[in-house]
Structures are given as structure tokens and as C-alpha cells.
């Protein structure tokens, strides 16, 4: 078997659990608020980031590793193993995948043991790739047989995001205040998805937020036949267990993976979206590894 590294983002939303059973490594993200400076996931996480929000502070800006943080990241791994394979927050979003390219080149000779993968994806979406890439890795599959895979794979996979409001986007400078104004006074609920490796509007829904959800349940599940049941995502910033209890048994209602997890977005997903948002992420049939 190829001794290979897998290794992604804390943005990618993957449990502990998971993270651990591959052997998947991170590289963090820091979290910049009026407070102070964080590291993403591990120093605070979307409840916090959804208090101090909430508390009037509006401003949290995600600041992505420096290529030296990354070439140091990548160096210890190297020490360990022959090759890495590190799958990137979608480059259309971020300099994360810009900084990875100039750490590699920093380490010479041995920047070529290092394949780097721009998953066009954020969050659990992101994260579906990784763990593909894991099970790649395990059927004996090279870092070139699992690049190319997740190339394959990266259109088929679903990432999208009900939200509450457009409130957060605005904050973050993505819609005018205007635009703000005028769907808040219409209860409109907005459909977020991963686009041409960029996060988009693709939808919404207007009048009572439990309405919404439903309604957006119903339409992400409504080719299920077409999905693949090998692992699914109920990845949320701000939602109760009360809500998110609701949430699984409309999905229950639809569909059955066999393996379903729920995890809280990172910091830096929720400080974009904001309190009531949540995601069913999965992948379409067709692009298992050979």
C-alpha cells in the first residue's frame, strides 16, 4: 500500500470521529474578531462566533494559513510519510489553495511528493472529497489515481446551505444593503450552493422560516434515487438539537445513508452565513473508486 498522507482544512467539516478513523490530519485557519485572534475549530467554534455576532460585533474575518505555515505543516508530514495528497478549500473562494502552491515550491525536491488538489468545494462538501480521497488511499490507489478521481468526482458532489437571511452576506460586504432590506421585509430564506467553485445565491424560499426548510428538504432530496447512500451531511451554524432533531426526520422521510453525520460548521463557514443555517451534502451516483 502507498504510504500517503491525506491531509485538508478545518473548513472541510468533518467530525473528530472520521478525521481520526482515516488518519486525516488539518491544517487551521485563524478567526480575527474585535476580541481577539482564534484558531478556527479548536479555539472557537460557530456557537461562539454566533454570540459574539449576536452581541453587536458584526466583524470576523477568516485569515487563511501563510505559505510558511503550510510548508512547516507539510514539512512534519513529510517526515512520516512518502507522499502527500492535500485537498484544498475551493481556490475561487480562497488563497488557501495559492499559498499550499508556494509552500510546495518552498521545499524544493520534495515539494513533488506533495500533490495538491483544489476541491472546488468548502465545508462538508469539501469534506465528502477527503474522505474519497481516504478511501482511495486505502484500495492501494496513487496520489495521481486519486487526483484524478477527485476530478471526476468534484461535479457530482452536492454543497448547499439554507440560510436564515442575506443579514451575514451583508455584513460580509456579498449583497448590497438595498438588497438586505428588501428580502428581510419579504421573509426571504436564501438557497447557498458551491457554483463553478464559487458560493452562490441559487434559490430561496419566502414566508416562515419552518416552511423554508421543509420546502428545501424536499427539493434537494427530490432525486434520491439518483444519490449516492454511501455517506450524507447535516452540516449546520446555529441550530438547536430541538431543530436539528426536525431536520433529520424530514430527511429520514426521503432517504437513508448509511452513514449520516452531523456536524457544526467551522468558524469560518458560520461567520458567512449566519444563526439557522444548515446543509445537506452529498454525492451523486457514479464516481465510487475503482
Not at 49 to 66: D, F, H, L, T, W
Not at 247 to 259: A, L
Amino acid at each position: 500500500m502507498h504510504n500517503i498522507a491525506i491531509t485538508t482544512e478545518c473548513v472541510a467539516d468533518l467530525p473528530r470521529e472520521l478525521l481520526e478513523r482515516e488518519e486525516i490530519d488539518l491544517i487551521y485557519y485563524d478567526v480575527q474578531t474585535d476580541r481577539g485572534l482564534f484558531r478556527d475549530t479548536d479555539e472557537v467554534d460557530s456557537e461562539n462566533i454566533m454570540e459574539y455576532m449576536r452581541g453587536g460585533e458584526k466583524k470576523a474575518q477568516s485569515i487563511v494559513p501563510g505559505a510558511n505555515e503550510y510548508k512547516n505543516f507539510f514539512k512534519r508530514k513529510l517526515e512520516r510519510y512518502d507522499e502527500i495528497v492535500h485537498i484544498c478549500i475551493s481556490g475561487a473562494t480562497s488563497v488557501a489553495f495559492e499559498n499550499a502552491k508556494l509552500a510546495r515550491a518552498k521545499l524544493g525536491i520534495d515539494g513533488r511528493r506533495i500533490c495538491l488538489i483544489d476541491s472546488g468545494h468548502l465545508s462538508s462538501g469539501m469534506g465528502l472529497m477527503v474522505m474519497a480521497a481516504a478511501e482511495c488511499r486505502n484500495k492501494g490507489m496513487g496520489s495521481r489515481e486519486i487526483e484524478e478521481h477527485l476530478k471526476e468526482m468534484a461535479p457530482s458532489v452536492s454543497t448547499t446551505f439554507l440560510a436564515n437571511n442575506l443579514e451575514y452576506l451583508y455584513y460580509n460586504g456579498k449583497v448590497s444593503r438595498s438588497t438586505l432590506k428588501f428580502c428581510s421585509f419579504l421573509q426571504f430564506h436564501p438557497v447557498l450552493c458551491m457554483r463553478n467553485g464559487k458560493l452562490t445565491l441559487k434559490n430561496g424560499y419566502f414566508g416562515k422560516y419552518e416552511r423554508a426548510a421543509q420546502k428545501y428538504i424536499a427539493d434537494t432530496l427530490k432525486k434520491a434515487k439518483q444519490i449516492d447512500l454511501g455517506m450524507g451531511f447535516l452540516t449546520y451554524a446555529g441550530c438547536n438539537h430541538e431543530l436539528r432533531e426536525r431536520i433529520k426526520k424530514e430527511i429520514g422521510k426521503r432517504i437513508e445513508f448509511r452513514e449520516f453525520w452531523e456536524q457544526q460548521a467551522s468558524a469560518t463557514v458560520s461567520c458567512n452565513c449566519g444563526p439557522l443555517t444548515f446543509g445537506i451534502l452529498y454525492v451523486m451516483k457514479g464516481v465510487s473508486p475503482k
